[in-house]
């Protein structure tokens, strides 16, 4: 078939045509490359801005800001952490990193982590006692919940929030997917993902809606979380100048030149959210059309970022299941990915708790992610729609 290189659509990639250029080279021009400097504070300013956060603290990754997040919900060895089944593993791990056992929940049709449940299980499966939920298969502490909004797709967080209130469970959102992501109703309306339960982390890795090559950040509301998670991100030094520590510190804060790229990748984030949303549009309706094929919906309730493009494969309908479809694309020059496999089933996690898993199962046999770079033309989507024709 012979693809040449320069068609080839990838899955992901990142659009740098802003002031990334100038920033960066004021970083280096000033000799400010570290994790001090202008371009660090201007960020979390920045993203507590865009986001209506009071505090921010930028991180390494997303993975360091969970896990420090999820160190500040108060998540100890021996606990445990409510967290879907569907999502890239970085919060499950950070989970166990802090000595914890993950319980995993189903999944509902936007991929985000089943609110009934959810519900269910807190109320029938645990009991409280002295302030504590408390698994009863297990015995211990259900601490917190991971919500993660995958793909951009809000999770219903107005029904979350009651029953963790009642039962003192610590919500920390894995927002890494949706920054920009917002509720246009309810009692949440115009909050952002991330910004409703105590903390919330984004990640600005290569593949996001945002990137600063690899890099995070925590929001909170709480100025005590957000003086700690500097405090653990920076070595949880005592004394600037003798090096007293009396905590165990991470090294998990961003560089300057890291944050540059940032402030110059926010600065065109309402661009790229308007991008993906026509993009979106272009490829559902031409893809609507197909027999067997459907571009997954995205919630009512929130405006999406519309981060990734998934795409449900129906086997019979379509004469072709997700796996051949998978292929077929890629013999054409187009990156696809399936769902990640699922959590519960992954090695290090397979003892762990799982609770009516069902849902899972089927979007991991049918779903398909399509390219949603920002960066994509109408010439290649109407490619990837030809292709899924043939
Ligand atoms: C990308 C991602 C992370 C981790 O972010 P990194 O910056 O890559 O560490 C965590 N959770 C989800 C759901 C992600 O997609």
Redesign the pocket.
């Known amino acids: 078939m012979g693809v040449e290189k320069n068609n080839f659509i990838p899955l992901s990639v990142p659009t740098i045509k802003g002031n990334e250029w100038k920033y960066v080279k004021e970083c280096l021009d000033t000799e400010w490359v570290s994790s001090v400097g202008q371009y660090v504070d201007r960020f979390e300013k920045d993203i507590c801005q865009f986001t209506g956060s009071k505090y921010a603290v930028a991180c390494v990754?997303?993975?360091s800001a969970?896990h420090i997040a999820l160190q500040l919900a108060g998540v100890k060895p021996g606990d445990e952490v409510i967290v879907p089944t569907v999502?890239?593993i970085?919060?499950v791990n950070t989970i166990r990193y802090l000595g914890a056992e993950p319980v995993f929940m189903d999944c509902d049709d936007f991929f985000n982590i089943d609110i009934e449940k959810t519900e269910e299980f807190i109320k029938q499966e645990t009991e409280y006692k002295e302030g504590l939920t408390i698994n009863k298969t297990t015995g211990s502490t259900i601490r917190a919940i991971v919500p993660?909004h995958m793909f951009g797709n809000a999770v219903n967080m107005e029904r979350i929030l009651p029953v963790c209130n009642e039962r003192n469970i610590m919500i920390v959102e894995?927002a890494?997917?949706s920054l920009g992501t917002y509720y246009i109703e309810g009692s949440i309306k115009n909050k952002h993902t991330g910004t409703i339960g105590q903390l919330g982390c984004y990640?600005f890795?290569g593949n996001?809606i945002i990137t600063t090559g690899?890099g995070?950040m925590i929001v909170t509301d709480d100025i005590g979380h957000a003086k700690k998670a500097k405090y653990l991100t920076t070595q949880a030094k005592d004394d600037e100048v003798r090096f007293v520590h009396n905590e165990v510190g991470y090294n998990y804060r961003l560089t300057n030149i890291q944050a540059a790229l940032g402030v110059a990748q926010l600065e065109r984030l309402s661009d790229f959210i308007n991008i993906k949303k026509d993009n979106y549009n272009l490829y559902k309706k031409n893809i609507d059309t197909i027999q067997g094929l459907h571009l997954a919906e995205v919630p009512g309730y929130a405006n999406n970022n519309h981060w990734m493009y998934p795409l449900f494969v129906e086997k019979v309908e379509y004469g072709m299941d997700r796996e051949g479809l998978m292929q077929h694309l890629s013999n054409n020059g187009i990156q696809t990915r399936p769902l990640w496999y699922l959590n519960h089933l992954q090695k290090p996690y397979i003892k762990s708790q799982g609770y009516k898993i069902e849902k899972a199962y089927e979007l991991l046999a049918k779903t398909l992610n399509i390219p949603c770079s920002t960066n994509l033309t109408e010439r290649d989507i109407l490619k990837v729609v030809r292709v899924l024709k043939q």
């Open positions: 990754n997303g993975t969970l999502t890239f970085a919060p993660v894995d890494t997917e990640s890795n996001k690899g995070g």
